[in-house]
Nanobody, 127 residues
Framework: QVQLVESGGGLVQAGGSLRLSCAAS????????VGWFRQAPGKEREFVAT????????YFTDSVKGRFTISRDNAKNTVYLQMNSLKPEDTAVYYC????????????????????WGRGTQVTVSS
């Protein structure tokens, strides 16, 4: 049974930073695509960032490019989302998602690509 647990959310002022963690249990990330998504109140879940465990390729949505980075720690089986220069519009529940299939019918930015999800962590950015 694969479980993903996010942590690191909280309340921060605009311009501040947070680092979110996504720890996996039950399976190593070794072949996974791992993504971060977020959902603000009244809005649909949107893609934020993704990383391929093998090779480390990354991709970000335009609104976070230059401010967010995504990284992995093999030893800890954990993926991190470092969020800098936070803005009030970054306020949302952030979800970690993983999939262990190398290829699917969906791109890595599509939530349908992922079959394991964490419960989310709240990020609130005050102005």
């Amino acid at each position: 049974q694969v479980q993903l647990v996010e942590s690191g959310g909280g309340l921060v002022q605009a311009g501040g930073s947070l680092r979110l963690s996504c720890a996996a249990s039950g399976r190593t990330f070794s072949s996974a695509a791992v993504g971060w998504f977020r959902q603000a109140p009244g809005k649909e879940r949107e893609f934020v960032a993704t990383i391929r465990w093998s090779g480390g390729s990354t991709y970000f949505t335009d609104s976070v490019k230059g401010r967010f980075t995504i990284s992995r720690d093999n030893a800890k089986n954990t993926v991190y989302l470092q969020m800098n220069s936070l803005k009030p519009e970054d306020t949302a529940v952030y979800y970690c998602a993983a999939d262990f299939r190398f290829y699917t019918d969906y791109t890595d930015t599509d939530p349908r690509r992922y079959n394991y999800w964490g419960r989310g962590t709240q990020v609130t950015v005050s102005s």
